[in-house]
C-alpha cells in the first residue's frame, strides 16, 4: 500500500450508511486494521440515501472511484432501503459501462458493522484496482479540478 | 389515411356539439402541410385546422397534465404509443381520468421530418399513408425510407380507450427496437465512449427531450436548478452534457415507455432512445420483461425489488 501512495494518489469516495458500513469502518479502525488513506467516506443514512447524481458529482469533482457499502441485503436498518438501491445501482453501473466508463471504477458492497476486517480488505482492494486504472479520464469536468 | 382523418372529425364535431366534451386536443395543420403541431380545439369551427395524417408523430398524453386541471372534458386522439404514455400517467396520478375523453386511433408509423428537410423537401404531393414528396433535387420517396426510427420498431397495440377509430391492421415491426443497443454492448468500451462523446458532445442542452418526454412532468425538475451543476451547458467540457442525459434516462427509468419523443425532437439527432432502451433492455433482463404504461395498477421495477435480485457487481457475470 505504500508503493501506491508514494506514486500516485487515487482519490475514492465511499458511501458508507451509517447503521452498518460506518460503524463497520469504525471497527476497521479500533481493530487496528488500515485501509488506504485515499478513502474519503462520506456518512450516508442508508444506502438509498445515494442519488445517481451523487456518484456522478463524485467522478465530476475528480473521484477515480466511488464505492457504496450498506447492510447486507435484509439487514437494512429501514427494513428495505437496500433492496431498492441494488436496483438502482445495478442500472446506473450498467449504464456507465455502457458509456463506455470502466465498469471497475463503481463498486457496490455490503459491509455489516461487525466485518471491520471486511471493509478494510474491501477498501485495499479496490484502491489496487482504481490504482491499475489510474486517474479517471472519462467522466472529470477540468472546470472543477484545481 | 384521409378517410380516417374524416371519421376522427366527425367524432370531435359531435362530441363538442353535444356539449359532452369542452375542448377536442389534436394535431393542426401547418402553413407548409408537414409542419403539423398539437392544438387545443375549443369551436367546431377551428376544426377547419384539424389534420391526422402521416406527419401527426407528436404524443398528446403529456399537454393532458395541465388540461385536466382545467375546467370541463377534453377529446384526445391517442396513437399506441400516446396510450402508453397515457396509462403511465394515470398510473402515477398525473391526469384526471374523469375529465379526458379517450379515443384510439390507428398508426401506421409517422415520418421523421428531420429525415425529410435534410433531403431538401420542396412540395408534398400527399398526406396519404404512402406519402409523394419532391426535394429540391427531384427525388422521390417512399414512406419506409423516412419513417420515425421508433415506428420502424413499434410493437405497440392499441389499449383501453373509451372508444377506437381503426380501419386497417397494425403493421408489424420490421426490426428489433434492441438491435443497435445490442450492438453497442458488443463493442469494446472504447468504441462506446467514442461513440457516446461524439453524440453526446452536439448536445446544446435545449432541453426538448425533457420538455417533451411523458414521463418527465415534475413541477419543479432538477436540471432547472441552478446548484446542480447541470442547469445550463457546458463550454469547456463535454462531462455535464454526459451528466445531463445519464441522469435525464435515469430519471426515467422503469417508467419509459419507450415513445420515442426524445429522439423524434432532438435538434441534433442524438439517439436518446438508445440510453432509454438501455434501461429497458436491462430491467427486462435482471428483473422481468416489463412494459411501462401497459396497466395503471402494477408496480414500477424501481419501486419494487426481490429477495434474491442480482447484486451490482454480478450483473456483468462476476
Keep these: 500500500m505504500q508503493e501506491i501512495n508514494k506514486e500516485k494518489k487515487p482519490l475514492i469516495v465511499a458511501f458508507c450508511c451509517n447503521w452498518c458500513s460506518y460503524a463497520g469502518a469504525d471497527l476497521a479502525g479500533s481493530s487496528r486494521l488500515s485501509y488506504p488513506a485515499d478513502v474519503k467516506i462520506i456518512r450516508v443514512p442508508c444506502s438509498c440515501r445515494v442519488n445517481p447524481m451523487f456518484i456522478l458529482k463524485a467522478f465530476q469533482r475528480g473521484a477515480d472511484g466511488v464505492i457504496i457499502c450498506g447492510c447486507h441485503p435484509g439487514d437494512c436498518h429501514y427494513t428495505t432501503g437496500n433492496y431498492y438501491a441494488r436496483r438502482r445501482m445495478s442500472l446506473l453501473f450498467s449504464m456507465l459501462d455502457y458509456l463506455g466508463i470502466e465498469r471497475e471504477r463503481t463498486r457496490v458492497e455490503w459491509v455489516s458493522a461487525a466485518e471491520g476486517a471486511k471493509f478494510s480488505k474491501v477498501m485495499n482492494e479496490f484502491a489496487s484496482k482504481i490504482n491499475e486504472l489510474g486517474e479517471n479520464k472519462r467522466l472529470e469536468d477540468l472546470r472543477c479540478k484545481n | ?318
Design chain 2, 1 to 318: 389515411m384521409q378517410k380516417l382523418e374524416t371519421l376522427m372529425l366527425e367524432k370531435a364535431k359531435n362530441l363538442l356539439s353535444s356539449g359532452e366534451v369542452s375542448r377536442v386536443l389534436g394535431w393542426k395543420k401547418g402553413e407548409l402541410g408537414y409542419d403539423v403541431e398539437p392544438s387545443v380545439f375549443t369551436s367546431a369551427q377551428s376544426l377547419d385546422n384539424f389534420v391526422y395524417n402521416v406527419f401527426c408523430g407528436a404524443n398528446l398524453s403529456k399537454y393532458l397534465v395541465q388540461e385536466t386541471k382545467k375546467e370541463g372534458k377534453i377529446l384526445v386522439f391517442l396513437k399506441p404509443c400516446d396510450s402508453y404514455s397515457f396509462n403511465q400517467l394515470i398510473k402515477e396520478h398525473r391526469i384526471n381520468k374523469d375529465k379526458v375523453y379517450t379515443v384510439g386511433v390507428e398508426c401506421q408509423g409517422k415520418i421523421d421530418n428531420y429525415k425529410l428537410k435534410e433531403n431538401g423537401i420542396e412540395v408534398v404531393e400527399s398526406f396519404d399513408e404512402e406519402v409523394d414528396f419532391v426535394t429540391v433535387n427531384g427525388k422521390k420517396f417512399t414512406k419506409g425510407e423516412i419513417v420515425l426510427g421508433k415506428c420502424s420498431v413499434c410493437e405497440k397495440k392499441l389499449l383501453d380507450y373509451d372508444e377506437v377509430i381503426s380501419i386497417n391492421e397494425k403493421r408489424s415491426p420490421d426490426k428489433d427496437r434492441f438491435e443497435m443497443v445490442k450492438k453497442l454492448e458488443s463493442m469494446t468500451a472504447d468504441e462506446r465512449y467514442a461513440f457516446w462523446k461524439d453524440q453526446l458532445s452536439n448536445c446544446i442542452r435545449c432541453n426538448a427531450c425533457r420538455n417533451v418526454c411523458p414521463a418527465c412532468t415534475c413541477t419543479k425538475c432538477v436540471f432547472d436548478n441552478d446548484n446542480s451543476g447541470i442547469a445550463s451547458k457546458a463550454n469547456s467540457d463535454s462531462f455535464e452534457e454526459k451528466m445531463f442525459h445519464i441522469i435525464r434516462a435515469f430519471h426515467v427509468a422503469g417508467r419509459c415507455t419507450d415513445c420515442g419523443e426524445c429522439s423524434r425532437v432532438c435538434p441534433q439527432h442524438i439517439p436518446l432512445h438508445l440510453l432509454n432502451r438501455k434501461f429497458i433492455g436491462d430491467i427486462n433482463r435482471l428483473y422481468g420483461t416489463y412494459q411501462a404504461g401497459e396497466d395503471t395498477t402494477s408496480k414500477g421495477p424501481l419501486t419494487d425489488y426481490t429477495k434474491q435480485d442480482v447484486d451490482p457487481s454480478d450483473v456483468f457475470g462476476g
